[in-house]
């Protein structure tokens, strides 16, 4: 089954300095059929403007993914955790017992992130930042992990979650085609950066969104470039 999101049916709110569209069920924005989507909860499609930012504030308990689509994010938090993400690359931030932080764009240009929120499997751990770069040409035609916490992730190289779910990314030229399998009790979520695919016959274009289970293998063909971001979690 796919459940296709058009970016036009999504929710959200434009605050001047922040324009948000939700996937799922966020803030001021509630619908209680997208209120999540296995143990994946939040997948939000951020453009912050220049000089402006997420001021300090709490989270605890929930996995934070936040991939840089364009511009760059520069965090700060109460562990004494800081650090400039660029376009491509990826921050992740398990809140655990608690954690205070800012994200800001101090860059002379709109940042644009998708920020992804992932529900722990365990509660009350160590809270826990990191970032790393990941260069688009390593994940060309086939998907990269960017962060996990699925035991067979293990010393790949992936930022470290609190979950038994990963976040991935690849990039398609048109016309090439990816195939991805999908374990029976898994559940994933596709959405492109930017171009446009179908999945498994399924057209998607930039920044709709698809909820995917019950699929043995998702076939995904680009029509145009394309950079894709995917969620596989727990279906339940």
Same mark, same amino acid.
């Given at each position: 089954?796919?459940? %296709?999101?058009p970016?036009?049916?999504?929710?959200?709110a &434009?605050?001047?300095?922040?324009?948000?569209?939700?996937?799922?069920?966020?803030?001021?924005?509630?619908?209680?059929?997208?209120? &999540?989507?296995?143990?994946?909860?939040?997948?939000n499609?951020?453009?912050?403007?220049?000089?402006?930012?997420?001021? !300090?504030?709490?989270?605890? /308990?929930?996995?934070?993914? +936040?991939?840089?689509? /364009?511009? #760059?994010?520069?965090?700060?938090?109460? @562990?004494? &955790?800081?650090?400039?993400?660029e376009?491509?690359?990826?921050?992740?931030?398990?809140?655990?017992?608690?954690?205070v932080?800012?994200?800001?764009?101090?860059?002379?240009?709109?940042?644009?992130?998708?920020?992804?929120?992932?529900?722990?499997?365990?509660?009350?751990?160590? !809270?826990?930042?990191?970032?790393?770069?990941? !260069?688009?040409? +390593?994940?060309?035609?086939?998907?990269e %992990?960017l962060?996990?916490?699925r035991?067979?992730?293990?010393?790949?190289?992936? @930022?470290?979650l609190?979950?038994?779910?990963?976040?991935?990314?690849?990039?398609?030229?048109?016309?090439?085609?990816?195939?991805? !399998? @999908?374990?029976?009790?898994?559940? #994933?979520?596709l959405?492109?950066?930017?171009g446009?695919?179908?999945?498994?016959?399924?057209? @998607?274009?930039?920044?709709?969104?698809?909820g995917?289970? /019950?699929?043995d293998?998702?076939?995904?063909?680009?029509?145009?470039?394309?950079e894709? %971001?995917?969620?596989? %979690?727990?279906k339940?």
């Amino acid at each position: 089954m796919i459940d %296709v999101r058009p970016f036009k049916t999504l929710g959200g709110a &434009n605050h001047g300095w922040l324009n948000a569209k939700h996937h799922f069920s966020f803030a001021s924005y509630h619908d209680p059929a997208r209120m &999540n989507w296995g143990r994946l909860r939040v997948w939000n499609d951020d453009e912050i403007a220049a000089g402006t930012g997420f001021d !300090p504030h709490p989270h605890r /308990d929930m996995e934070i993914i +936040t991939y840089v689509r /364009d511009g #760059a994010i520069t965090h700060r938090d109460s @562990l004494g &955790n800081e650090g400039r993400t660029e376009a491509g690359d990826v921050q992740i931030m398990s809140a655990g017992t608690g954690v205070v932080h800012s994200e800001y764009n101090l860059e002379p240009e709109t940042t644009r992130i998708f920020q992804i929120w992932i529900i722990p499997d365990r509660r009350g751990v160590k !809270p826990n930042w990191g970032a790393k770069a990941f !260069p688009k040409a +390593t994940r060309e035609a086939g998907f990269e %992990v960017l962060a996990s916490g699925r035991p067979q992730d293990e010393g790949t190289g992936a @930022l470290p979650l609190n979950v038994d779910g990963a976040v991935l990314a690849a990039t398609l030229k048109p016309g090439q085609v990816l195939r991805q !399998p @999908l374990a029976e009790g898994r559940a #994933a979520y596709l959405v492109p950066a930017k171009g446009a695919v179908t999945v498994n016959g399924v057209a @998607l274009n930039a920044r709709d969104g698809a909820g995917i289970v /019950d699929e043995d293998v998702i076939e995904i063909t680009a029509s145009e470039d394309a950079e894709l %971001v995917l969620v596989e %979690v727990a279906k339940e």
